[in-house]
């Protein structure tokens, strides 16, 4: 079965709870496409935990195997994203992430190219007119340009929130 399911970075815990569902139903994350397009196979029901990891450029041997000497398994990647799963057992649900320090750096990783895009399209928007004495002829470049920034600029905000939460608990 597949199923198109966008998300985004500070939607990391409500992703992994429509897989666990998913996983309950009787539904197992096979694989994952950088068009959010989800690939599941059948198999009996039961609690499983998913947890996804940002790692742009892969990540350490060490890194992959420390993860599975703690029992979880990897399953799919896209997009520098990996996602491991993990059984429920006396129904604890496992993090890779128990710490809230580890969180908070995490979040970090995740809010410094959104910043970095903000900037980008900031730069971008000085370049187009100047503003002191034309108006702005917005193109579809533009458009998409001003679209790109509004969402780095929603998403650092988003986990700005998330890392604040983090740091009040």
Request: aromatic residues 14%.
């Amino acid at each position: 079965m597949k199923k198109f399911r966008p998300w985004w970075a500070w939607q990391d815990e409500q992703h992994g709870a429509w897989l666990q569902r998913m996983a309950a139903q009787g539904w197992y994350l096979r694989a994952a496409n950088w068009l959010e397009i989800y690939t599941f196979e059948r198999g009996a029901p039961a609690e499983v935990a998913y947890r996804w990891d940002l790692h742009l450029n892969n990540f350490e041997p060490d890194y992959r195997q420390l993860l599975e000497d703690a029992g979880w398994e990897y399953v799919a990647a896209h997009g520098g994203w990996h996602c491991w799963r993990k059984p429920i057992v006396a129904g604890q649900v496992p993090e890779i992430f128990s710490d809230p320090a580890d969180r908070l750096r995490r979040y970090r990783r995740l809010l410094a190219p959104c910043v970095a895009m903000v900037v980008a399209q900031l730069l971008l928007v000085s370049q187009w007119a100047d503003w002191g004495r034309a108006p702005l002829a917005l193109n579809a470049l533009n458009w998409l340009s001003l679209g790109i920034g509004a969402i780095a600029a929603y998403s650092a905000v988003q986990l700005g929130r998330r890392m604040a939460a983090l740091k009040a608990a």
